[in-house]
């Protein structure tokens, strides 16, 4: 059975697959056939052969999709997604297959029962849209053809984001989710209130320089003051990725079948920290078979049991001091 098939099984409740071992093929298959991860791989020492446990499988830094065209095989790009950065260089993600990214961004939120066919959906994504690119205005727009809504995004026009949401609230019973960055949405409740249990309320990315960055809970506290019967959650997901995470009732993100997080040491981001301790997230990505599914990212978090984790920030330049363990093939 191909690996595709192995991942797309891990969503069933009685998947003869695990984690583990899919994780394991997967490892096996990049370290063979992606050169970037071979090098690296190669610089550390570690041999294929001696990884076991998808908890010990080496973790490559983030910053290599800026530097490289991340491929597992030779194979032709559908898409390339760019990253939202303002500055600097712009993470380049290619994507071998937009059908498969579909599936499984369509699979992970379906697991928390926002089935997409079955709602409305308008995204407030001004950066997003006016950086280009962008995995997030894909995924929107995918879900949008699916739940067959027209023109779903809005950039700075308020007002009529607040008219569509009435007026849809008002001549349909399906739920609407309004898929905001968080800067956006925050500048929105300060200007509209509605109160409908029909309006879910999906906050992502930061504050865009504009003032401090806000906790999840004070973006909460806001969101809540303006839409106080609304289901309000947050999306957990970057350009390197093709698999994303959801803030469930917990309070905390919750891991995907094709999507777990490792805590790494900061002093020593090659080993795991104890659960609970607050490190560098660590990503295993399945969904990311093409490319490269084993990351080491630039958030800090803990993981709080074997199914979720927590966001507490990105790392500074100070925090970085125990990076010089990773390589970076040029």
């Known amino acids: 059975m191909e690996l595709k098939e192995q991942i797309l099984h891990l969503f069933d409740d009685d998947s003869a697959f695990s984690f583990e071992d899919v994780a394991i093929s997967v490892f096996k298959y990049q370290s063979q056939h992606n050169p970037t991860y071979k090098a690296y791989l190669k610089a550390l020492g570690v041999l294929p052969e001696s990884v076991t446990s998808f908890s010990n499988i080496p973790l490559a830094p983030i910053s290599l999709f800026k530097k490289h065209t991340i491929k597992t095989g ?165 350009t390197e990725l093709q698999s994303q995470a959801y803030l469930d009732s917990s309070g905390f993100y919750k891991m995907s079948p094709s999507f777990k997080v490792l805590i790494k040491e900061v002093n020593d981001p090659l080993s795991n920290a104890k659960q609970g301790k607050t490190g560098m997230i660590g990503l295993i990505d399945l969904a990311n078979v093409d490319t490269l599914s084993f990351i080491l990212s630039e958030d800090l978090g803990r993981q709080v049991d074997k199914s979720h984790f927590e966001i507490q920030g990105r790392l500074t330049g100070s925090d970085l001091r125990g990076c010089n363990l990773l390589y970076r093939p040029t």
Request: with cysteine.
């Open 74 to 238: 030779e194979w032709i790009t559908s898409k390339r997604f760019l990253s939202s950065g303002t500055t600097g260089e712009r993470s380049a993600h290619s994507i071998l297959d937009t059908a498969w990214y579909n599936l499984i961004a369509k699979r992970i939120i379906e697991q928390h029962r926002l089935i997409v066919s079955d709602i409305h959906i308008l995204a407030l994504l001004p950066s997003y849209l006016e950086n280009g690119d962008s995995s997030l205005v894909h995924m929107v727009t995918h879900f949008a053809e699916l739940s067959e809504t027209k023109d779903p995004f809005y950039l700075y026009d308020h007002a009529s984001l607040y008219n569509r949401l009435s007026s849809i609230l008002e001549s349909s019973d399906k739920p609407v989710l309004l898929l905001g960055v968080t800067f956006a949405l925050i500048d929105f409740a300060e200007q509209y209130q509605i109160d409908s249990n029909r309006l879910k309320i999906c906050f992502t990315g930061g504050m865009k320089n504009r003032g401090k960055e806000m906790t999840q809970n004070e973006v909460l506290g806001l969101l809540s003051s303006a839409f106080p019967s609304s289901y309000l959650f947050s999306e957990y997901g970057m």
